[in-house]
Structures are given as C-alpha cells and as structure tokens.
C-alpha cells in the first residue's frame, strides 16, 4: 500500500477502524514488572493464551473430578470423540476437507509418521529435498530417516540453497534439481513458511513440481498454519504438518496437526505405524477384532488424545472460526505492511528486511537485520518491552499477528528501535 502514513495519529486511526481490534481484548497480553504491556512481537514462536482458554481447560478438569471414567462418554464435551470437535475448523485454518485433517501427536513426531507412509526410498529414488535453511528439526528428522533406511544422510539429502548473496530461495533453482537429479528424489520436504526469513513458498507450484518428476510431496507449515491462506487441499501435498503453539494460541508444546490429501484416504495398502485410536470406530472397544484402518487422516492416530491440551486448541479454534482466515489475512497484510514502511523510514542502508516483499510471498512475520548489529541489539529492545525473537548469526523476528497486536504496537516498536539505533 502507498497511503501509510508516519506519526501516531494514523496508527490510532487505523486502530479505531480494525473491526479486528476487539479481538486483542480476548487475550492476555503480558506486562513488565511495572505493569505495563509489553509489545508482543513473537507470535511466531508461541502465541498469546486466549482468555477464554482456562474455562476451556476447566470445563475438563471438573468433568473429570465428577464424572471420572464416565466423562468419555458423559462429560459436556464428551472426550472419546474429542478430536472430532476441532475438525472442521482446523480444516478451515488449514484449507483442507474435514478427512484431510487430524490433531494429534506433536510436530516432528508427525513428520516421522508421514514419513514412515510417504518416504518409500528404492535402491535408485532414495533422495530428500529440503530447503537450505530449513528449521533444523525438519532436517534433523529427515537425516534420521535416510539413516534409518541404510542411506549415508549426506549423500541422500539434497538442500535447496539460496544462491550467493542471496537470502531467499528461488524456484528456477528447484526445478534445475529436480531436472538433474528428480528420477534420484523420493520426496520434497519444504518448510511452507520459512522459520528464518519468512518466506512463505508457493506450495501447489512445488507439489506440481515434485509430482511431474514422480515424486511425494510434502510441508511443514509450522509458520504457515494460523498465519497465511493455506490451501493445503488446493495444493495437491500428499501431506502437511503444523504445530498449534505459534499462531494458533494453544500453549507450549500443545498438539499438532495433520493433512493427508483425500487421494490417500482409502488406500489402507499405505505403510503405516498404527494404533487403537487409528481403528475402525465401532469396533475400537471390542478388543478382539483384526484391525481395520480409519478412512482419512484420522487413520494415522495412535493413542486417545490428551483432552487437556485439545480443550486450549479448541479455545483458540472457536476464535478462528468465529473471524475466518480471510479476514486475518486482510488485516495481516495492512499491518506488516505499515510495519515494513516504517522500517524502511529508519534507511534502507540501516535496516534490511530479509522477508519478501511480495505480500503474497509472506505472512505478518519480517526478519530484519540491523547493519554491525548483534544480539545486543536484541536485548536492548527486550529491556524497551519489546518481545522479538533473535535468531543467529544476525536476524531479528518481529511478527506482528493480526489477532492481537494492534498499529499502535507496530508503530512503538519502531520508535523504541529508532531511539535504540540513534542511542
């Protein structure tokens, strides 16, 4: 947008006229031992708790005091078919059918999960993309499972690098590995949203990619799920996963999610490692039956579902519904626009926003770095009451969520690091 403006009367108007703004009051903002709010920048790593969430958690804890036992089939919510009340809306979230889509688990676990389906290496088609720079659990678990088939995890991963210079990944440098090396690759395995820059990659253009050259495709999208339209069924991915922490409020370490795309629904011949709660509904209590796998993504659970942690992803859910992505993103790309305006403000030989610039290439989160700056930098801002996120060797995360940060913060946080940088 070319109409930002600087000073603090725009960003009260803006703030007056977001009929998103509301939704900051649903949130417990955190304070300084002063009592003042900090300016919370870090949405990305772990989100602010819903207000709403300790009701949600209560609601469990007193249906399990009274009803004990009897709560999986008594309680308000009853929690034997618990996962099933978050379906739909995190399909919503995600972009997905409700039988593409599952809580369950934790992020990595579930990326081994898909792997264990999706990752069938041969003797000749062995191979795993990712991206460079991609969050190091991704890359951690894709080496272990080339270690686990009997490949050497330096020979059998394939980095997709950013080129000299450069911090962003670009396509044409993709298709030229694919070109060489794709009758070698068994699976792309690309962060949706990059941890470190921000760049939130064109999924259906790379699963297009990877399937042209006989490949599974899937994502991580840890940073995508809460934060930008998906589109996950639209994209064609065998497979995504996602946390529920960063963008969707659900507290540290909460569940995770889960899509497999509805063409694998049924395949019951996939490889997979199963549990009780991956088994056909009505006969799951009769302990006896040969198993019989769950159609869809519900196929691939394990265990009955903690209820405690899906009653705080249930809160935040029900505020996703009630909003809808479409409007999260509007808000989304006015906010971290106005942020990277007043940014630039400070000299572009100052500050440097690594994220794209494209807003169709990110989400509200932009990684900046401050010219002969370190982490000092970051700890000054810190002691401003300014909560970013400071990655090495010289990145600063700053996202700005549409849910509850507010213009004003935005325009706050640029004042305290102009002071800081005049300082």
């Not at 002063?34 to 958690?57: A, F, H």
């Not at 403000?345 to 690594?354: F, N, R, S, T, Y």
Request: net charge negative; with cysteine.
């Amino acid at each position: 947008m070319s109409n930002y403006k600087s000073g603090l009367d725009y960003a009260k108007s803006q703030d007056q006229n977001d009929e998103l703004a509301p939704y900051r009051d649903q949130f417990h903002i955190p304070k300084d031992k002063d009592g003042n709010e900090w300016i919370y920048m870090t949405g990305n790593s772990l989100g602010l708790q819903p207000k709403s969430t300790k009701s949600y958690i209560n609601q469990e804890l007193e249906d399990w005091a009274n009803l004990g036992v009897e709560g999986h089939t008594e309680a308000k919510n009853p929690w034997l078919p618990y996962h099933e009340f978050l379906t739909e809306s995190m399909a919503k979230v995600v972009g997905a059918k409700p039988i593409e889509v599952i809580v369950m688990n934790t992020l990595t676990a579930n990326l081994h999960f898909m792997m264990v389906s999706f990752y069938q290496p041969t003797k000749s088609r062995y191979k795993i993309v990712i991206e460079a720079d991609a969050f190091p659990s991704d890359k951690y678990a894709v080496e272990s499972q080339l270690r686990h088939h009997g490949y050497d995890d330096k020979d059998g991963l394939i980095l997709w690098k950013a080129r000299a210079g450069e911090e962003l990944a670009r396509y044409e440098d993709l298709e030229a590995i694919m070109e060489s090396q794709g009758d070698e690759i068994a699976l792309i395995m690309i962060g949706g949203v990059n941890y470190y820059t921000g760049q939130y990659f064109d999924l259906k253009r790379i699963t297009e990619l990877g399937h042209k050259h006989g490949c599974i495709v899937g994502f991580d999208c840890a940073h995508g799920a809460g934060n930008v339209e998906l589109n996950l069924h639209d994209s064609g991915a065998d497979f995504a996963v996602w946390c529920t922490y960063k963008y969707l409020n659900s507290g540290p370490g909460s569940l995770a999610g889960c899509f497999v795309h509805e063409r694998h629904a049924h395949n019951k011949d996939l490889n997979r490692f199963t549990g009780w709660w991956s088994h056909n509904k009505q006969t799951r209590f009769n302990m006896r039956h040969e198993f019989d796998v769950l159609p869809g993504a519900e196929g691939w659970q394990l265990s009955n579902p903690p209820i405690l942690s899906m009653a705080a992803i249930k809160a935040s859910l029900d505020i996703f519904n009630e909003v809808g992505m479409k409007k999260l993103n509007e808000k989304s790309r006015s906010l971290t626009g106005y942020f990277e305006f007043l940014l630039k403000q400070l000299g572009e030989d100052v500050i440097k926003i690594i994220t794209p610039i494209d807003p169709n290439e990110r989400g509200c989160q932009l990684s900046i770095q401050v010219l002969n700056a370190d982490k000092i930098l970051h700890d000054k801002l810190t002691e401003a009451g300014v909560i970013s996120d400071w990655r090495e060797p010289d990145v600063i995360r700053c996202a700005p969520v549409p849910l509850y940060n507010t213009y004003q913060d935005v325009y706050h946080m640029v004042e305290k690091l102009k002071v800081i940088l005049n300082g």
